[in-house]
């Protein structure tokens, strides 16, 4: 199953080429056509939509998809969760999943968008998959965690190097969460889709050049665990989101280190998803 947000509405997807269901429409009004309002009733809706025939789909455009789960409570993500991608940014592998952050959900967009680029800064790309939770998870295990997923879907954590690396500490959540700074989508695609879902290649693209291309097994720390490790710490809930973490290929690691630039156009994909495209604009002038 596929849940996407079309101009703002929550559609089932399927098909190639892809056609959509309007769910408030096919479920009369069951199910409210705000995509965030699934999550809380995802054991409900999921029943629901196994009823429902891909055939009664209509065609859309994608440039009309916005991001597939808009407005989580909470946004984590992971750092430092790939050994290549450590050792680019100059540190050693944790031993426990506890390199955490947070995204602004105010920073979330959809998957073909245009980011303005902060002046004079130092903006970088960093593909990453995401997971998207569906049932309350609290004090679980690993071998629980996947029950507790609604899905997966693909994140572009786009960080603005020097304002995270401004100040006498360090501005993680700040520097990742400017205005357009987490594209997500193009839908959220349920485990069940994937043909190993603890092993997707991930990879991302600027200007036609291979950045980054990497593979979920390579992961430190699995999804499974760090679902369970969060859920020690707090409730995780339905509609919230966790940021896996990023392969190698970071403009940060590279001699010289690159940034993104006006006009670039940079393509985020994981097999079995699909795929984010960013293009890049000044910031207007003062």
Known sequence: ???ASIQGRAALVSGTPHR??????????????????LYDRWDEFVAWARTVSPRNGLP??????????????????????YRDHASESGFSVPKAPTTLFTKWPSCLTGPV???????????????ELVAVIGRTARNITAPEAWDH??????????SERKLQRS??????????????????????????????????????VLNGETMQDGR?????????????SLSA????????LVFTGTPAGVGLGRTPERWLRPGDELVSRIEGIGELRQTFVPAPHP
């Open 20 to 37: 959509a269901i309007d769910v408030e429409h096919a479920s009369d009004g069951s199910f409210s056509p705000d995509p965030q309002a």
């Open 167 to 204: 100040g006498p500490a360090p501005q993680f959540g700040l520097g990742k969460s400017l205005p357009g700074f987490g594209p997500t989508g193009p839908w959220v695609v349920t485990p069940d889709e994937l043909p190993d879902r603890d092993d997707v290649r991930l990879q991302c």
């Open 1 to 3: 199953m596929r849940i």
């Open 216 to 228: 979920t097994r390579d992961l430190v720390f699995p999804v499974a665990r760090l679902v369970a």
């Open 60 to 81: 859309f455009d994608v440039r009309d998809l916005r991001a597939p789960v808009p407005a989580p409570r909470q946004v984590f993500a992971i750092g430092l969760n």
């Open 233 to 240: 710490l707090l409730p995780l809930l339905p509609g919230d």
């Open 113 to 127: 968008t245009e980011v303005v680029l902060p002046a004079d800064g130092h903006t970088d790309w960093e593909v």
């Open 149 to 158: 997923i609604a899905g997966v879907t693909v994140g572009q954590d786009l």
